[in-house]
């Protein structure tokens, strides 16, 4: 069965660093994406980053380019979303989500088979 879940959020004043850890079990990081995702009360979940465990290519959206890194740990079997110079958004709560085909673009939800249940961030300024 396969499982995902994150960790790492909580409450961070603009411009912190959070890190994010997103635990996988019943696959391993081999032919596939990973992505993160986030949602904002009252509006769309968007893909923030999105990584292919082939051949490590990595989408990114244009608003975190710079400032937000995702990798892999094969050994651990989980995912990271590195997020630096944070900026005063307010709340969401970010997801990681399993796609099975290996191309991470589009970065989209509607593209991936598994979800994790959240954790959810607070930027304040």
């Known amino acids: 069965e396969v499982q995902l879940v994150e960790s790492g959020g909580g409450l961070v004043q603009a411009g912190g660093s959070l890190r994010l850890s997103c635990a996988a079990s019943?696959?391993?990081?081999?032919?596939?994406?990973i992505g993160w995702f986030r949602q904002a009360p009252g509006k769309e979940r968007e893909g923030v980053l999105c990584?292919?465990?082939?051949?490590?290519?990595?989408y990114y959206t244009d608003s975190v380019k710079g400032r937000f890194t995702i990798s892999t740990d094969s050994v651990k079997n989980t995912a990271y979303l590195q997020m630096n110079s944070l900026k005063p958004e307010g709340p969401a709560v970010y997801f990681c989500?399993?796609?099975?085909?290996?191309?991470?673009?589009?970065?989209?939800?509607?593209?991936?088979?598994?979800w994790g249940k959240g954790t959810l961030v607070t930027v304040t300024s």
């Open positions: 989500a399993l796609d099975w085909y290996r191309e991470p673009e589009p970065c989209s939800y509607y593209k991936m088979d598994y």
């Open positions: 019943g696959f391993t990081f081999d032919d596939d994406t």
């Open positions: 990584i292919s465990s082939s051949d490590g290519s990595t």
